[in-house]
DNA sequence: GATATTTACGTAAACGTTTACGTAAAATAA
DNA sequence: TTATTTTACGTAAACGTTTACGTAAATATC
């Protein structure tokens, strides 16, 4: 008993092929007896179209591929969360690609996903390459960068203001009284990262704070670099009384080595993350962090990548807001 | 400039394309100098095989899909990176659908696979409904679950053992000396949150304790549930020294609430959670907890998923190994 | 009632592959 | 040398759709 196929409920019906793709695309050109007859023999036949056929004639998947550093991160997972939510609504599924951050992955991924006809990607939280760029480019199918931007190429972005972010979150340990300021950054080279150390240094030369190079201790981004920054700062670091984290998890990696130390947060040191993952309010205390809205930036990712698949002549990129959440890891001085 | 097709290689090697297809499969019946010219017409092109043709005529997608309640927990995230990892070694991509719990959108997304003729499914985390089992069943594909298992119907699936593991977790906390030791538990009703409890129950008449119903609290496994139980349970239950919660993210929550009173972990309470996420070592004091391999589960299930694929007859399903991980939430009761 | 238009279809090509089958030339065997 | 096998291809059908084009019948127009 075979898969029934369009010529199956064309025979069943006693029709064309070419009408029964005309009643099941709702397209004109059939009386509404044949239509019935049609629908009659679908059912009973319990045919179901099969999109690779379709695919391979209308050059369209109704796919999209995104790529992630590492899928399993609270981070990433939220972004993916937002991206296959509308992807579905409006009828993509979505292939997701692990790189793992290693160059030879990404593109064994990138090929994959143009042999299998991909109708766009999306792109996150990882610096396009050029051989990435020109791989792309060849497949000639949109893409949208998330969490990332090109500077050498014209590609739509969506992400916040890192700068602005990082300035603003230091900002606010300023406003809370705090003058002795460290920074667990990112890594050291990444431009995103830079971006983030930028806007601390600003900051602080805005409200005529010296800048120490000591002060700034740099991690991956990840927990436990997190942690093992805040050691380093909390042994050679000249005296501070709060710290800006680049991430989330850094700076849940940071609390940890304070509570190591058997100091309190925010009494002894206070703390402002960065991303405002699930995780940060699930901390004790709920971390002061800047929110990301993740699963909004994916939203907006897949709108954006969807409706460039669809002709959208638009290649602007959006600057998402963020915003600090106050929770209980800052504390005012006085 | 269009595409290259096999016939553009064919055309420019001045051969037929059925020999062109024979030197990209490296399968025999042709010179080392046709190979060559064949091999060097692909490279000037760049030509690249049409994976969606292949698929039409292979009747294979090299696809599989992987339906998950909710893509962006912790829980499902580490799945999802242990299945698409074997996955991508394979050859195969993995596809990814949020059923969100809901019947509707589950029922559309196994829609979407069988039109996209994906080759296996990976169904994780929920009930198995009859409905669901019927769609599986017409589309004639192997299915796999994880972290879930269907008494009905004769489906491999990748999972702990959740009644002896939750024995274990319990039995813990008697051997440190605990004796009043109360519970959250999962959804109400679910099959693998009522297994848990029913561990539970079983280590407290295997000692001696008498069960109190009054000492269980159910949450949906979430940490908001969690905390919310905790506060009924600290409100109303009778006094307990410990507690083991059915979730990571729900003892994590119960901590937010012990602390919210001022008690301190594990002084004056213990707590035990299940699932080792991530976040389970992260938190502060670091959460001892019943570790779930979640990645291995999800290389397992795709493993068996593709070798099922390919043709292999063994159903078999797997109970993957638990351990308790100790770390600093469990005090011992001299 | 003749002509023009619209409706309701059917036919067949096309999408880019794989592969069964056929065949001429080359290699081997007798 | 001739007969046989092997090698190295080419031809064409098939996979399951969509859609341009054609056409007979039905309907509308005058």
Redesign the interface.
Known sequence: MN?PTIKDVAKAANVSVATVSRVLHNLSGYSNKTKLKVLQAVEEL?Y??????R??INKR?Q?IGVLFP?????F???I??GI??VA?EKGF??????TAEEGKRTM??L??L????VDGVVFTSEVLKDEYYQALK?M?IPVVLVNTQSHKYMIPYVKVDDRQAAYQATAYLIQNGHREIAMISGTLGDTVAGTRVEGYRQVLEDHDIQFLESRVAYGDFR?ESGRKAMELLLADAPPFTALFAASD?MA??A??AV?AKGMRIPDDLSIIGYDDL??AK?????LTTVHQPL?QMGRLASDKLIALIENSQDVSSTIVSHHIVERQTVRSKG
Request: proline content about 5%; some cysteine.
């Open positions: 898969i319990g179901h179209p099969n999109a690779i056929a695919g391979l998947t796919t590492d899928v399993s991160s609270g990433s997972s939220d993916l969360h296959e939510e579905h599924s979505v292939i997701v690609c692990n064994k991924y090929q994959v143009r042999e299998k006809q060849e000639g927990w998890e849940i990696g609390m940890g509570f699930t995780l699930i901390t004790f205390p709920p699963a």
